[in-house]
């Protein structure tokens, strides 16, 4: 059985602000930016509810007290030492890919701030208090607070690291938990979470997979329903069947991928293609950094 690595070890630690290197600058202009201005007030008025992540760096020398890499939460660590810190919690990364942690995770995801609310909420923060420091309408924070109302466990699960927009979790509510469930393997599929999206798998979906019957549009007849029913179940068997030939697809590009590098870095061939097709160098430069991009997005994911 593959053993999976962890990301991250399951304890928080908390760590003294001098000992945490940034692995970036902060500039000026992000200091005086709006959204800094946010995290400022919030960590000011509810403390910092997500942690730092970090990693330890080599310790040299006896006694040494070991210094951690900043990989995500730069504005954070500022804000801290501008409020007079002394220490941070921090999650402590088994691994220093910094530039690939702030390239996926760079901003809270809907789920992950509905849970920042419930926690500021359940320690008497009220819903009024939270949108003054973070500037935003009230009502905003309320839809926020009740985001998961009416969804599904499992697919709160699979999109708690998600950037979702909020018009799919007002779709998801009118879908029983089966086909919530499949819609957001659909939209995962499809690497795609927009309300246009979820609508368009909400018109396909049958009276009896919603909480409450549908009201068929004016100029739409039965016959429409269910073909759309019919393509839309269609569209879901062949997502699933390309996630399941995937990975040996993107083997085969890889490796057809590493004989065309090799035959291109040849200076003999390359010389004859540039001089005789230069129109075919083009275009095998462009599958070849094609699948290099593929593979590194499917690695990520």
């Known amino acids: 059985m593959t053993v999976v690595k962890r990301a991250f070890e399951p304890d928080l ?33 509810l403390g910092v509810v997500e942690p730092l992540a ?38 402590l990364a088994t691994d220093d890919e910094g530039f690939t942690y702030n390239r996926q995770i760079n901003r809270l995801t809907p789920i992950q701030e509905h849970k920042m609310i419930l926690e500021a909420i359940r320690k ?19 839809e926020r607070q009740h985001l998961l109302r009416g969804i599904a466990p499992e697919v709160a699960e699979m999109l708690k690291t998600r950037m979702v927009s909020q018009a799919v979790f007002r779709v998801l509510r009118k879908m029983k938990p089966m086909r919530q469930i499949e819609l957001v393997e659909m939209m995962i599929s499809a690497n795609c979470f927009t309300g ?78 540039e001089r005789f097709e230069p129109d075919l160098v083009r275009e095998l430069a462009g599958v070849v950094e094609a699948v290099t991009a593929d593979a590194r997005s499917l690695e990520r994911e």
Do not use: F, W
């Open 54 to 91: 970090v990693h330890p760096e080599p310790v040299h020398g006896v006694g040494e007290e070991p210094r951690y890499l900043l990989l995500d939460g730069h504005l954070r660590l500022a804000a801290l030492v501008q409020l007079g810190a002394k220490d941070a919690l921090c999650l």
């Open 196 to 273: 246009r999206y979820a609508e368009m798998v909400l018109a396909a979906t049958r009276p009896e997979q919603l909480v409450e019957a549908k009201k068929v549009s004016e100029g739409v007849t039965a016959e429409d329903i269910a073909r759309m029913e019919r393509e839309m179940e269609k569209l879901y068997h062949d997502y699933r069947l390309v996630e399941d030939t995937l990975g040996e697809t993107m083997l085969v590009l890889v490796v057809a991928k590493g004989y065309v590098s090799r035959m291109l870095r040849n200076q003999t061939i390359a010389a004859y293609l």
């Open 13 to 45: 630690i908390t760590v003294r602000l001098p000992l945490i290197l940034p692995s970036r600058q902060v500039t000026h202009d992000m200091l005086t930016s709006v959204k800094y201005a946010a995290i400022l007030a919030s960590i000011r008025e």
């Open 124 to 142: 008497g923060t009220t819903a009024e208090r939270i949108a003054e420091v973070l500037s935003v309408n009230v009502g905003r924070i309320r």
